[in-house]
């Protein structure tokens, strides 16, 4: 394990954290950004390194440890890990070996059978994710008699990344993504992946606007919001925030995917890789 900074009480108005493989935690930073809009925000993409999804788990592994290992060197009061797939492989043992707040993602699986009717659920997500513990226990927990229909979409992070959203290969892959989920009359669908509420309007072309789609964007900013004002952690002032957007990929396409994913223009700095 790294050699973690020791990062102890920050300052309320200390940034926050959060990161991916890719351009899919923008996803998530939208949401933080909406519930929060005073925190400084540090969004790093791994690009270098995407995707996660079919990367040995280890060096999914070594790349969060080397993330959290610069956000901490930023003096972040919390980090976010906006990438269900880092999640699932490093989140217990990040927090184990640091001692500022970290939020993690997971596929919405409990809300989503919440909220189905017939009890049959589809979930997108990748190969890591699937495979991994934390998504066995997830199951485990609450699918309590539910039909989940698992799918995981290779090839499909690479199109966001990319910025092909409605290209014919990334509605090909979808339509194969999501064909055994309409055979099974799923009336539930979970994105178990950050980059996919990018393709939302694509999935519901092909799948209709009658099966509630479930992302938990919204939930990870709740929690956080939770976390900092349990710590008492919330800037106290109401200073405009700023957010600052690194990538250790090549940044020609990256200035143009992540200004058009986050609305705005933007300039995505470089982070080297190792
Ligand atoms: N956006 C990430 C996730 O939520 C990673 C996808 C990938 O890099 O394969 O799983």
Redesign the pocket.
Known sequence: MNDFPKNTQQPNDAPIGIF???V??ISVLKAIHAMLPNEHLIYVADAAY?????KVPGDILVRSKFIVDYLLHRKVKAIVI?????SAIAAKELRQAVDVPIIA?EPAIKPAIATSGNKVIGVL??K??IASAAFSRLCEKYANGAKLIVQSCPGL?EQIEAGQFSSTTTKALLREYLAPIMAAKADTLVL????YPFLIKQIQEIIGTDVEIIEPSHAVARELANRLNLASALPHCSASSEIQFLSTGKLDLANHVFASLWGQPLRVEPLAST
Not at 82 to 86: K, M, Q, R, V
Not at 192 to 195: D, K, S, V
């Open positions: 991916d493989s890719g899919g935690g995407a995707p996660y999804g079919d906006a990438c269900n797939t880092a993602i997500a990748t890591n994710t992070v178990g992946c950050t980059h």
